[in-house]
């Protein structure tokens, strides 16, 4: 009796651990999953003058880490609001805070609080527990340094921040306070990033390098990580359409792919001739599929550039972009959806249907409006380039690592190190400036693109730096991508490329078209010979009359 | 695909059908010409008797011609007592009967009559003047000639020998070339069209099929088949080209003979030219829309296929030709582009060639027409010559549908003289 009761308790025992410890690994696992969530306030969106705007570019950048973000504006905040959030972000423009609740709900919270810009008196005059003084804007700062990581292959700490910018400096009174960069006029010294206690404080919003950068690499200090750190670059080789030089492409396919760098190839699958509305769609052209395989066996990932690179059913003659008016310099006015769905399905359809898989997009000079975007999202998990942050105007701002799940993308891979112009010798140089901008940021993605048409000795300039830098090179197969678009789906993962799609319907097109090629080929052969035949026939008709007539 | 797309696709696939039938035209009319060099037939020993002719001319107003062709009549190689000259005088107003009436009298009734057709039985065509004079006349066969014709000496015995020696023939027709080719460059190009017309068309189609059109002018046919006919069709102003479709439907042959060779004035000005013209493709589509009415009864394959043959010139060919010109020009002046793409340019390019080389061959089979001065020509010639047809074939349907509406009646259109 006693060791059966023995038993069942040590059972029970038994259960209950196994339960417990399994409880705890799964909430620990979810803990893990579940992402922090951030309230991000703003007084203003962007500076005077400037189409970039700062709020949805910091928003995007946050999209780096496990976090989910709301912002909204100050005067909309609520007291207790940020109760339900794990952070809470600040952004200044104009320092503009008259939210009262909004303040005091700050000064007390236990929360992690990251101030960035101007209003930081506000707070300051509210509560005592941080130890530092608001000393007023000082235009005069000329240098930042900053060490961030202790790991970081840095070997230069002090930048150059260019021309006169606003910061809301502050001075610290207490070595509890960690200032993780500074600001220098060459006369005295005041913190850019610090840390007191539960408050990082940031003296200025900027969306260049290098304050955006440090920005961006302090977040590392104060946020979860989502994406597994590391330091990759990537070459985009662009504006690769049908009319393209089919030499050239093989050329760089060849070049990279001897020296076994993966690379993008950005490409149009259809063009448009200057001046005509005729579109010839890559297919037409079995050279060029055949170069674009080549380059995909070389180890070219195709991400589409657009569908023409031009808005060519309309009449807005915008010079080169698809996604947004330039000429008014507005986002289009036509049914965004279905504009986007269209291009962005023929590209699909084409590309699948001739065995090139593009796991990637592009909008044409990354110019999008944020309903583009949105629509976007449906089609590609992932995007190469630079991001548009608002429809004010066209404009374009960079981040300097991977972003996922984010407003606007499913996935960005950013474009951020420039390109090579012919026509500006120091192109290649601002190349190498912008990479070791990069290297202050510790988990980055670096970005260059290449256009086809160009001497590949530009290219063999620009891969032999990165040589000198011993980069490790961005392999986008490797990585989890996806497509979608119907029936037309391509999934890659770990180097392979699964294809989905109605291979009758893309035959059926296909067969259409050879059957007017060989058909065109038949009857060139066909002439052919009897022109020959003619010919002969001609002569010894001639041959003949002049025979009878001699007679 | 869009509609530019099945557009360009119906005007290549009627286009290059044509062609196809021309390319073999234009190798059975050379197979056809070399034959006939080939032939070891003496015409002036080997005639295995003559018979009876009767050769009309049907005359409107012909003054300026009509004593070159008398005279040219009266001097073919045949036996005089064996043919006899009707010229079917219907209401002229110029010396025409008056100088007919002069050689009557010099060479006597029996070789040369002249018949003045009653003001109220004439005035009504072509076809009415021919069945007035073959009502008239006697012979067992029946010569036609315009009334500009001088036809070569031999003509007459080539056209008789064809005729009477081949029961199943219903007609035999010869070959006419242009007097006046010299001319200037309008005429120059229509000796070429004419010449290659005769070796592609009729000789080609003569060789491959065996039948081929009367052409309205030199050529002979029997008497029985008018009569059992009944002549004529009054209403045709084709009149040439409705009488073969009957010929062929009796089941009668209708041979070429390049040897029978008539010299005819060929139109000198565009204005005359485009009148003349356009009164031939008025014609031929009375023809073709009096048969394709009855096509189900028909019965002859060969009738059948020189439906099909009218028809895809006129219909078919016409219209692919409008409808790829107006994609040729529609690509270049707007942004309407064909989506279909193949080596459609080189196509085309030996497209040119082979209708070059095809009115080259043709040519050559004559003498002394293959010069270089007429290979240019030919060159020239499908982008000047050819695309006048257009309108010609336009203007011919417009004067055919107005004819039907105004339901008006046959009269004599005639050809200017020179």
Redesign the interface.
Known sequence: MFRRKGLLIILLLLACVTTITLGNQMSSASTEEVPKRILLIYDFRNYFADLRDSITTTRELLGHFNVVVDEIDQAEYQSGQIDQYDYIFVIGLQGIFRNQDMIKDLAISEKTICWVGKGIELLLDETDRYHIRYEGPIYDFATVTYWGDQDSRRDKSVYPIGVKREFSAVSIYSDEVEVLSWLDTGLFKSPFVLNDDNLWYVSRIDLNEPLFYIFADVLMEILPGKVEGYQKVYIRIEDVHPFRDTKKLRAIADYLGDKGIPFMVGLIPAHRLPGEKYVTEFDELPDFVEAIQYMQERGGTIILNGYTHTIYESDIKGEGFEYWDGDKDQPLEVNIDDWVRYTIGRGIMLTVENEIYPLGFEAPHYAMSQGAYASLKKYFSTYSGQIQSSDWGFSSSTVPYELRDTKLFNKLLPENLGYVDPFDPDSIQKIKHNYEMIQIVRHHMAGVFFHSYLDIEYLEEVVEFFESQNVEYYDMRQDFHWVKFGEYELISDQGEITVQYPEERGDARKRLRLFFNRTAFLLVGVLGLVVYAFARILLKSRKQTDRKMKE | ?IIIDYLFLYSMTTI?LLLAMN?LL??FG?LH??EV?AQKFNILTDMKGFPEISILIPAHNEEKVIENTVRAMLSLDYPTDKYKIYVINDGSKDRTGEIVKSYQEKFGEDRLKLINVPKEEGGRGKSNALNYGLRQSNGEYIVVYDADNTPNRMALRYLSHEIHTHSSYGAVIGKFRTRNKRRNILTRFINIETLSFQWMAQAGRWRLFRLCSIPGTNFIVRRKILEDLGGWDVKAVAEDTELSFRIYQMGHEISFMPLAETYEQEPENLHVWFKQRTRWVNGNIYVLTKYMKSIRTVGSARVLFDLYYYFSVYFLFLSSIIVSDVIFFLGIF????IG?????V??WL??Y??FS??I??AL?????E?TFENIALIFIMYFSYCQLWLFVSFYGFYQNLKDNILKRKTRWYKTERF
């Open positions: 695909m290059w390319i234009t190798y050379y010409s070399s060099r707007t942004d309407y582009h279909i793409t193949g080596q459609f080189t196509v030996l497209t060639l082979v080389l095809q080259s061959i050559s089979i004559e003498k002394g293959s």
